[in-house]
Every structure is written in C-alpha cells, then in structure tokens.
C-alpha cells in the first residue's frame, strides 16, 4: 500500500462463482482535498460482508447503489477525520460509515453513508465494525428484537462461527437459553463451544437432520437462520410450539443460479410459529440501545469479540473470498493501518 496516495479496489468484472483475484482491480489516486462542507478520512478497518459480492454482481443490495464495472467497491470502515471544513466533523473524531474499499476518502457526511462517531471504549476501533456496528446490531435486532428469546428457549444458530453467529451464540447464552451452533469443520465447532454453545453442530460431518433430531428432542424454540437452504428446511420439521424463525440471511443459496426453494414452510402452521425477516438499517433510529447494551457486555467481559484480522489493504479480495470457502473464523476485517489501542499483535483473537 503507497501511503502517499489514495488506494482503492474496485470492480474488474462480474464474479462467477466465488471472487477470484481477476474480479479486481488495483488503482491509486491522488489523496483527495476536502472542499467546503467536506471532511477528509483516513481508513483504518475495512470489514468484509457477504453481501459485497452481489454490490460486485451489480446488484442493488443492503440500500447501496449498483456498481457498474470500474467503481470503487463499497464497504463499511472505521476511520479517522483527518482534516476538516465541515461543522460537525472534527479533526481527530473516529467515525463508522461507507467509506468503500479505499485508503482516503472525502464525504459531506450523506445519509446514504450512515456514519456514526465512535465511543471509546478503551479498546481496538476494530469493534466499531464487529460488536459495534452492523454485524453485533444484526445479531441484537434479529435475536431480540425479531426472535424475542425467553431463559431456558432453545436456540440454534447456523452460521455460528461467523460475524453475525459468533455474536448470536454469546448474546443468546448471556440471556439464559440453551444454545445450538452450527457451523462447518471441528475448529470452528471448537470456536463456538469456547464462547458458550452447549452444542456444536458441523454440518459438514454427517446428516445435519439427525444432528439437529439429537440435539434438540423437544423442538426449537428459535432458529437464527444466516445460511438458508437445506438447513433452514431441516429446522422447519424441528420446531417447538410457538417456536420463531428469524431470516438473517442465506449464505448457502447466494452463488446458487436459482434460489434453494423451500418447500415444508407449511410447517409453521401446526406449531402456530413464525418466520420473520429483517433488514438492520429497519432498526436504524434504534441503534444506541443496541450501542449502549454491547459496549455494557464488552466492558464486563460478557461479550468478546472473535474478529479474523486480515492484515492489509492488498488482502481484503483474499478476505471477502474467505466468507464464501468459509475459511474465515469469527468476523472478517482488514486492518489497513495500526489505530488506537492497536499497538499490539491481535491476530484472529
Ligand atoms: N438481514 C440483514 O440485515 C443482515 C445483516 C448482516 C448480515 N446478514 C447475513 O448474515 C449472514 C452472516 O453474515 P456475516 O457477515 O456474519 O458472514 P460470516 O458468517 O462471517 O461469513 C460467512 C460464513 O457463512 C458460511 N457459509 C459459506 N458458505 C456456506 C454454505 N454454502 N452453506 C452454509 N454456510 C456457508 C461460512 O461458515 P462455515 O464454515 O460455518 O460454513 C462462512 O464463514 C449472511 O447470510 C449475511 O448475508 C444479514
């Protein structure tokens, strides 16, 4: 990374498959000057998302616009104003927002950015983007908000060694339910018991049916679904009375040409349960409940972060690629540069 100038990875072409080092391209540009009612940022994290790979496909995904072949890639960063001309940006204020995959960028501070300034919490700004921001508010908004865990409810949570299931499985577990992950090979499964779950599931070893048959005789109470498909159908033909469904996401169907089709949603009706969508920029005027509530666990030691720290500008395709081989252990970031608190090795703590 040249220091001196505004690094960026942008769009080469449409990804087939999962992305390849040829969907990208490299440039650098000038660091650009903030005009009046502009500020400038310098980034230091980068998280990656699954949903960076449809912004890739020119899908008009997560409330961005389409990328056409050419542009800067969106993605979410911490990073710090380094210079000034706008009245409610400081010089040295650390912020969260869109800043896209790139080292410099100057912003008048846009709803369509959605920033929002960091507390301090004494700890690495890494959690702006982890417990912090849109990956820790999806797990909040979706388990309590949308799933309304009760003590003692049995949980299961696909996706659970990820960004989003890492922060379930610990949430759920410090409400007092029992707590199912799934997640694919023993290290991840060995991640997910190290934060809590009283059953790891590798959905890569065997049947996940008879998995999920043994680990929860008396039904689900509520299934946190990040990956959909085959999983998803096996959860419908397991469920408690009045058991919840929360759709967070579908990573299994995302490289599928047709969607997986779910056929036994029917199965709702005759333990009068629910299946509910959510979108995390609905809970946006909600968000400081969910900022105050993660910073009070953080602090206590309730909640601790499990982050996979690529470190480097020239990794982050490397990095988005790990979402989809599923080589990613907690949430995938990309360290750009050393920022508060980081002055000491953190790697995939
Ligand atoms: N609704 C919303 O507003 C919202 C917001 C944020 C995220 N999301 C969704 O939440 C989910 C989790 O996102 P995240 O950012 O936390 O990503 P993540 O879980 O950290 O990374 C993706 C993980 O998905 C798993 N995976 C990949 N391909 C799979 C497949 N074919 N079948 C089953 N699992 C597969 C892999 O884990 P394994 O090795 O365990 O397979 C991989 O590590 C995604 O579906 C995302 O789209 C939704």
Not at 63 to 70: D, F, K, V
Not at 176 to 195: D, E, F, T, Y
Not at 252 to 281: A, C, K
Not at 336 to 341: A, L
Request: aromatic letters at 8%.
């Amino acid at each position: 990374m040249n220091e001196d100038r505004n690094c960026q990875w942008r769009v080469a072409r449409r990804p087939d498959g999962n992305v390849v080092a040829e969907d990208f391209q490299y440039t650098e540009e000038d660091i650009p000057r903030p005009g009046d009612g502009e500020f400038l940022l310098k980034t230091y994290y980068i998280n990656l998302a699954p949903v960076m790979r449809m912004y890739m496909s020119g899908i008009a995904a997560a409330g961005e616009t389409p990328l056409a072949i050419g542009d800067v890639i969106h993605g979410r960063a911490v990073a710090e104003v380094i210079a000034s001309k706008h009245p409610d940006y400081e010089v040295g204020d650390y912020v969260q927002g869109q800043c896209g995959w790139q080292t410099y960028k100057v912003s008048r501070g846009t709803k369509q950015e959605k920033f929002r300034k960091l507390p301090d919490i004494g700890c690495s700004y890494s959690v702006a983007l982890g417990s912090l921001g849109m990956t820790g508010f999806s797990a909040y908004f979706g388990l309590i908000d949308c799933g309304r865990p009760k003590k003692g409810d049995v949980v299961v949570v696909s996706g659970a060694a990820g960004g989003v299931g890492t922060h379930v499985v610990q949430i759920a577990k410090l409400l007092g339910c029992r707590v199912i992950g799934i997640a694919g090979g023993a290290a991840k499964c060995q991640l997910i018991k190290s934060l809590g779950c009283d059953v790891a599931i590798d959905y890569k070893d065997g049947d996940i049916a008879e998995h999920i048959e043994a680990a929860c005789p008396d039904g689900i109470d509520l299934y946190f679904d990040n990956v959909g498909g085959e999983t998803l159908q096996v959860c419908l033909e397991n469920l408690a009375m009045h058991s919840r469904i929360v759709l967070c996401g579908s990573i299994s169907e995302y490289l599928l040409d047709e969607p997986f089709g779910l056929t036994n949603y029917t199965r709702l009706r005759r333990t009068n349960s629910t299946m509910q969508g959510f979108f995390i920029y609905n809970h946006s005027d909600d968000f400081d409940r969910a900022e105050r509530d993660m910073a009070a666990w953080l602090k206590s030691g309730r909640l601790r972060p499990a982050e996979h720290i690529f470190d480097g500008f020239e990794n982050l395709p490397a990095a988005l690629a790990s979402l989809y081989d599923g080589s990613n252990h907690g949430i995938a970031l990309v360290r750009i540069r050393r920022g508060p608190y980081d002055n000491r090795q953190q790697e995939n703590r």
